[in-house]
């Protein structure tokens, strides 16, 4: 499998091809890199769809909402998850072509994308999978965070999706000041009708300003829900069902390196990345004569369709106190990574148009309580916060340093002028300022990045199997335990355990989530997109500690929040991103 899958990964390099395919093959089979599970999976197939998932833009139209169902088909159909921003959606009650309240609402067109999910299911193997972000500001928001429940109209239901809140800040800060006020609920057509901008293409500062300036507005329908009847609403769907994720789109904006070239509403399928959207637009339909025959050709202008192309590096097989063992296999990943975007198969042309324009992979991690055991650091201390610190900020300076090595080699992405890799602005949001940072800076600025955005930390549950680790960024669920995978019990066993590091691996449902919080804050300032972060409770847990723990990951800039996993609820791994 490793000797065929890097032997595919190799297969355009022009000089020292075996060269390359040794190291490929030797990072796979040392278990120090995985790639993600479609990689592994489809490479060597005629169908080579490489990639993780992908993300989509729906428009506000009834031929843009069926072109992105239909595009989520074509995906699901060759295994790709899919994350799908619904915020440009009119609510329900919302007027078409100026009669008012003709609109059913996105609740409607959810229910369309889940049956869809499964009718096209992924090759046989799993049913299509997808998550559906809505703003906390839609007027659609509480029946959406109702999606998943066990009571109410099942009409109104759908049990196969993932549900996704995008909060602006002033959410959160209001919730922590005073839940005893009133949170406005809009319309994102009315706005757009009456204001003459869209609300979802701004964020922070400017977003709050035209937020207070549609709700002052008479002329502009709210729908007024007390804030903590939203909040209640949220963590009663996190308790019973792991899900809404978190998007926190202020500080993901704020963060992005392309913001020059687009925004970013959503994240995929497990929250780990973080790219510029947009969607397609509806150009033309023609009838012409070709060949004698009368054919109808439809032309669109392809958005922004994000792509995620992921591998892990394996922190408990790699020694992260050695920087050059670091680099070396950091590069050899990056590279390989960069050869998934020119090898792909590609289910939707738009996803390989943005794929070549942006050339985005993401480099993430396994086996990180693998790694702190073998350190000897306890989760819940400073010396694990002080350890992710350093070994993220070397794992960012490697993975930095390949792409813009790779840049020196291949050429830059196409949109790097402009962008905060140039200006330097990157470095300086993440006080990157040491010696070898500045030299890092210099040489970017020069020869540019191959890759418009590098690191993503995915889940690895799959592949951290195969290699004898820890899943992804999660402490283990116990030292050992039985897990359940495709109809089989497979024993898990924490990796090294011994007397040694038996003390090092406390059951994740026992660790205090502050300290999960705060380590995922500090790994997250060397992140350029986002990390698939678990909360793990007991159902002791009350909501005001769970609302807490979304209060400081958002005043501590974490971009995302994935499950909340409590002991009575074990959700399904979506194994599309497993790298």
Not at 233 to 247: D, H, Q
Not at 522 to 535: E, G, K, Y
Request: net charge negative; glycine share 6%; with cysteine.
């Amino acid at each position: 499998l490793f000797m065929g899958v890097a032997m595919h990964l190799g297969m355009k390099e022009k000089e020292n091809r075996l060269t390359i395919v040794r190291r490929f093959y030797d990072m796979l089979s040392l278990h120090k890199v995985t790639m993600a599970t479609p990689t592994l999976a489809n490479a060597r197939k005629p169908y080579h769809q490489l990639s993780s998932c992908f993300i989509d833009t729906v428009p506000d139209s009834l031929d843009g909402i069926y072109t992105s169902i239909s595009n989520f088909a074509e995906v699901s159909k060759f295994g790709g998850g899919m994350g799908m921003y619904l915020g440009k959606v009119r609510a329900r009650g919302s007027s078409i072509r100026g009669f008012e309240g003709a609109a059913g609402g996105v609740i409607r067109w959810i229910r369309v994308i889940n049956d869809t999910a499964v009718a096209v299911d992924q090759l046989g193997v799993r049913q299509g999978a997808a998550a559906v972000y809505l703003d906390a500001w839609h007027m659609d928001l509480p029946e959406f965070l109702q999606l998943r429940t066990n009571n109410g109209d099942d009409r109104m239901k759908a049990h196969d999706l993932f549900p996704a809140v995008c909060y602006p800040d002033l959410f959160w800060r209001m919730a922590k000041e005073n839940l005893n006020q009133n949170w406005y609920l809009l319309d994102p057509h009315e706005v757009l009708i009456k204001k003459g901008y869209a609300l979802e293409d701004s964020w922070g500062k400017e977003w709050e300003e035209k937020y207070f300036d549609c709700v002052r507005d008479s002329r502009i329908r709210k729908r007024t829900v007390p804030l903590k009847e939203i909040v209640r609403l949220i963590l009663r769907s996190a308790v019973e069902t792991g899900t809404p994720f978190a998007f926190f789109r202020d500080a993901v904006n704020a963060a992005n390196p392309n913001k020059h070239a687009g925004m970013i509403y959503c994240s995929n399928l497990c929250t780990e990345i973080a790219q510029n959207m947009s969607e397609t637009d509806f150009v033309s339909q023609t009838i012409q004569n070709r060949d004698g025959d009368d054919v109808i050709v439809t032309v669109r202008k392809p958005g922004n369709y994000v792509v995620c192309n992921l591998a892990s590096l394996c922190l408990g097989n790699i020694n992260v106190d050695d920087q050059n063992e670091l680099e070396s296999v950091t590069r050899d990943a990056v590279r390989a990574l960069d050869n998934v975007i020119d090898l792909n198969f590609y289910p939707v042309p738009a996803a390989e148009k943005t794929n070549h324009t942006y050339r985005s992979i993401g480099l993430g991690v396994s086996g990180y309580h693998h790694m702190l055991a073998k350190h000897h650091v306890k989760w819940e201390s400073e010396e694990h916060l002080q350890l992710a610190d350093r070994v993220f900020e070397d794992i960012s300076y490697a993975a930095v340093k390949a792409s813009n090595e790779l840049a020196r080699e291949r050429g830059s992405y196409s949109l790097f002028h402009g962008s905060e890799w140039e200006s330097g602005m990157f470095f300086e949001r993440r006080n990157y300022t040491d010696e070898r940072w500045q030299k890092l800076r210099d040489d970017v600025r020069t020869y540019g990045m191959r890759n418009a955005y590098v690191i993503a930390d995915a889940p690895t549950s799959s592949t951290s199997i195969l290699v004898g680790t820890t899943a992804g960024l999660d402490p283990v669920m116990n030292r050992y335990y039985l897990e359940e995978k495709k109809g089989a019990i497979l024993p898990r066993v924490a990796p090294d355990l011994s007397p040694a590091t038996w003390w090092y691996y406390k059951n994740a449902h026992s660790i205090d989530q502050t300290w999960s919080v705060k380590a995922a804050a500090v790994r997250q300032r060397h992140i350029d997109q986002a990390q698939s972060f678990n909360l793990w409770i007991t159902n002791e847990y009350k909501m005001s500690q769970l609302l807490n723990l979304y209060i400081l990951a958002d005043e501590l800039g974490v971009k995302t929040i994935y499950y909340v996993r409590s002991r009575s609820l074990d959700p399904d791994e979506c194994e599309s991103c497993s790298a």
